[in-house]
T-cell receptor, first 114, second 111 residues
Framework: DAGVIQSPRHEVTEMGQEVTLRCKPISGHDYLFWYRQTMMRGLELLIY????????DSGMPEDRFSAKMPNASFSTLKIQPSEPRDSAVYFC????????????FGDGTRLSIL | DAKTTQPPSMDCAEGRAANLPCNHSTISGNEYVYWYRQIHSQGPQYIIHGLKNNETNEMASLIITEDRKSSTLILPHATLRDTAVYYC????????????FGAGTRLTVKP
């Protein structure tokens, strides 16, 4: 079975540019999560969706960050404008609707803002 | 969700069992214990989870004490590829929300 697929794997861009990260969850999974990992803060949740609807976006750092899930097989996390402090590894994860199910993570996008 | 405490690092000899402890003394009756690991440059990988009974799968065994205040993840025959950061997470059973990752235990398997 294909796991969670994220693209790109690496992104290097200059401050002020728009960045779009993409995620394809595991087919049949109803939950989708976006996490960010840094050395200082560890792995932290940004936002999660259930059946394509955002449920909790309290972890989104500020208005420069936005996330969408237009259908069950695709989600984007956008940063506009990007800043050097946004440099991190961004992970997407998905899980089934049933309670007590583990989340399955993609391999992340390593983002560097110069 | 209950807080967990893990040692920051551990070493293990290749081929030996790796026993990773986790303390979750404030765990509630409806909270499960999950274990994940993260190998360098990869996303966290689910290993195993349990409520109160010991669990075993192809990757590991999970031993939960009778009072549920602590647990141990056992990798029966550690290999070099098991070198990773291991996270113990406690989460309410029916909450399909985020996993609260702490600092974890950095396990180094040595030849």
């Amino acid at each position: 079975d294909a796991g969670v697929i994220q693209s790109p794997r690496h992104e290097v861009t200059e401050m002020g540019q728009e960045v779009t990260l993409r995620c394809k969850p595991i087919s049949g999974h109803d939950y989708l999560f976006w996490y960010r990992q840094t050395m200082m803060r560890g792995l932290e949740l940004l936002i999660y969706f259930n059946n394509n609807v955002p449920i909790d976006d309290s972890g989104m750092p500020e208005d420069r960050f936005s996330a969408k899930m237009p259908n069950a097989s695709f989600s984007t996390l956008k940063i506009q404008p990007s800043e050097p402090r946004d440099s991190a590894v961004y992970f997407c994860a998905s899980s089934p609707q049933r309670a007590n199910q583990p989340q399955h993570f993609g391999d992340g996008t390593r983002l560097s803002i110069l | 969700d209950a807080k967990t405490t893990q040692p920051p690092s551990m070493d293990c000899a290749e081929g030996r069992a790796a026993n990773l402890p986790c303390n979750h003394s404030t765990i509630s009756g409806n909270e499960y214990v999950y274990w994940y690991r993260q190998i360098h440059s990869q996303g966290p990988q689910y290993i195993i989870h349990g409520l109160k009974n010991n669990e075993t799968n192809e990757m590991a065994s999970l031993i939960i004490t009778e009072d549920r205040k602590s647990s141990t993840l056992i990798l029966p025959h550690a290999t070099l590829r098991d070198t990773a950061v291991y996270y113990c997470i406690v989460r309410v059973a029916w909450k399909n929300n985020d996993m609260r990752f702490g600092a974890g235990t950095r396990l180094t398997v040595k030849p």
